[in-house]
């Protein structure tokens, strides 16, 4: 079974624009997560999607935004971009994303450089 | 706000010895996540956690929950290089949304 898969893996941009990353879940895998990891934060959540809703939300501002199709894929979105965005975005898959009793499987990340 | 802290932050140590690190939060948690995390991959989920006291074994590595359910604790017998990583632990507040602790980067000396 392939694993999760992100595109692209590495992206530069310049300060105001725009940007949209995209992951493809396990295949069966309803439910998308997206966390944001850089050296001074960690890993942070941003938000998780399941069955085409926004289920859950983290403290990110309006310009993080994301959405998911009818296939599962996933596409988030950062608008009027920041140094402070410059970081690794992971996302994971998982069947329901009831993080008590399921697995969470990452992708291997977008590495987002801001300049 | 829930907060996970992760001790030590950086811990380097020869091949063979022992190691334990460590997860704590001022709040209770209902179930708790370590992951490893390699350069350029994502992290992988190494065990979970969610009974109060308990302990789950994986090969080399002991995974304990606190009975309070406000920590964890990660051992590793006889280190190899191939653990080397970032560990991770996340844990379940009962919002359904992984909070991740600060993490450990493990080092092991050849």
């Known amino acids: 079974k392939a694993g999760v898969t992100q595109t692209p893996r590495y992206l530069i941009k310049t300060r105001g624009q725009q940007v949209t990353l995209s992951c493809s879940p396990i295949?069966?895998?309803?439910?998308v997560s997206w966390y944001q990891q850089t050296p001074g934060q960690g890993l942070q959540f941003l938000f998780e999607?399941?069955?085409?809703?926004?289920?859950n939300k983290g403290n990110f501002p309006g310009r993080f935004s994301g959405r998911q199709f009818s296939n599962s894929r996933s596409e988030m979105n950062v608008s009027t971009l920041e140094l402070g965005d410059s970081a690794l975005y992971l996302c994971?898959?998982?069947?329901?994303?009831?993080?008590?009793?399921?697995?969470?499987?990452f992708g291997p990340g977008t590495r987002l450089t801001v300049l | 706000t829930q907060l996970l802290k992760q001790s030590p932050q950086f811990l380097s140590i020869q091949e063979g010895e022992n190691l334990t690190v460590y997860c704590n939060s001022s709040s209770v948690f209902s179930s708790l996540q370590w992951y490893r995390q390699e350069p350029g991959e994502g992290p992988v989920l190494l065990v979970t956690?969610?009974?109060?006291?308990e302990v789950k074994k994986l090969k080399r590595l002991t995974f304990q929950f606190g009975d309070a359910r406000k920590d964890s604790s990660l051992h590793i017998t006889a280190a190899q290089p191939g653990d080397t990583g970032l560990y991770l632990c996340a844990a379940n507040f009962g919002n359904e949304k992984l909070t991740f602790g600060t993490g450990t980067r493990l080092t092991i000396i050849p």
């Open positions: 994971a898959s998982s069947v329901t994303a009831r993080t008590r009793t399921d697995t969470q499987y």
């Open positions: 999607y399941f069955s085409e809703t926004q289920r």
């Open positions: 295949s069966g895998h309803r439910s």
């Open positions: 956690v969610v009974t109060g006291g």
